[in-house]
Every structure is written in structure tokens, then in C-alpha cells.
């Protein structure tokens, strides 16, 4: 098993930053079962929606409307990943859920760990 705590989610006005961070922890062997890390985040009457990821090899994938705005990173040592969240606008207003994904077992499964989610508010 491995759990995640977010921390940094908050109240910003436009154009305005922040930075939300992402601790695991648990077994040696569950956390280095992970492959992809990643934050999605989903608003009231929405879907959840993937905003960025990356990857075993530090290959980052973001969604369209955040790119060129948020930056997604990791500290291998501290089992810890960060988003970035800069220019920030309105419609970013949502729950934001850390996602570790692990890697796909020979059946082609894997398996997602969640967050518990931290509200990010940005007023116009």
C-alpha cells in the first residue's frame, strides 16, 4: 500500500501562483512498485481530469489548458512530488487529487492510489 498526503492547496487570485506537494510513503517494495505520478483534479458537475504526470524516466505530460503554466516534478529521496501552478486563472478552480499509478503487471493491470484531494480556489 502506499499513501499519499497532499499539502498547499488554497485561495489565490488570478494570475497568481502556488505549489502543491505530494508525499508517499509506505513499503519499499509498493513504492518502488510506482511508474507514473501525477495530479488531476476534478470540479463540482465535472470529471476528473488528468492535469499533469511524469513518468519513471522524468517524461511529463500535461493537459492542454495548463500547458506553459504548470510544471510537474519530483524529489526521488524524499518520495515527494510537487505542481507547480503558475498564471493561474479561474477556471483552475477545483479539487486537486495526487495520483501514483503503478506499473503494468504481465496481464497489462495496474493499479491507482489516491490522494485525499486539496481544494484550489482562484478568484477572478
Known amino acids: 500500500q502506499v499513501q499519499l498526503v497532499e499539502s498547499g492547496g488554497g485561495l489565490v487570485q488570478a494570475g497568481g501562483s502556488l505549489i502543491l506537494s505530494c508525499a508517499a510513503s509506505?513499503?519499499?517494495?509498493?513504492?518502488?512498485?510506482?511508474?507514473?505520478r501525477g495530479w488531476y483534479r476534478q470540479a463540482p458537475g465535472k470529471e476528473r481530469e488528468l492535469v499533469a504526470a511524469?513518468?519513471?524516466?522524468?517524461?511529463?505530460n500535461y493537459a492542454d489548458s495548463v500547458k506553459g503554466r504548470f510544471t510537474i516534478s519530483r524529489d526521488n529521496a524524499e518520495n515527494t512530488v510537487y505542481l507547480q501552478m503558475n498564471s493561474l486563472k479561474p477556471e483552475d478552480t477545483s479539487v486537486y487529487y495526487c495520483?501514483?499509478?503503478?506499473?503494468?503487471?504481465?496481464?497489462?493491470?495496474?493499479?491507482?492510489?489516491w490522494g485525499q484531494g486539496t481544494q484550489v480556489t482562484v478568484s477572478s
Open positions: 495520483n501514483h499509478r503503478t506499473r503494468r503487471d504481465p496481464f497489462g493491470r495496474y493499479y491507482d492510489y
Open positions: 509506505g513499503s519499499i517494495i509498493s513504492l518502488n512498485s510506482i511508474g507514473t
Open positions: 511524469i513518468g519513471m524516466t522524468g517524461s511529463t
